[in-house]
């Protein structure tokens, strides 16, 4: 976190009210995943469904940007 603003202390405040800004990133490992796309379902010639998997990983990485008041 860091400090952006501190305002003036008040008689009715114990402490002065600080506003902070706060950063995080978080990198998510996953693991592998199957799916299907449009067009990889196919029938067969005996009405069997065929279809294509295809695989992907799925890590991902998240941003989150806040403010904190404490009074």
Do not use: H, W
């Not at 600080?18 to 990889?40: C, N, P, R, S, W």
């Amino acid at each position: 976190m860091f400090k952006l603003y501190t305002f003036p202390k008040t008689k009715d405040c114990k402490t002065a009210p600080t506003i902070f800004l706060d950063l995080k990133v978080q990198y998510m490992l996953g693991e592998e995943a199957g799916y299907l796309k449009e067009g990889d379902l196919k029938r067969g010639m005996n009405d069997e469904i065929l279809y294509t998997e295809n695989r992907s990983k799925t890590d991902f990485i998240t941003y989150q940007v806040g403010f904190v008041f404490q009074l």
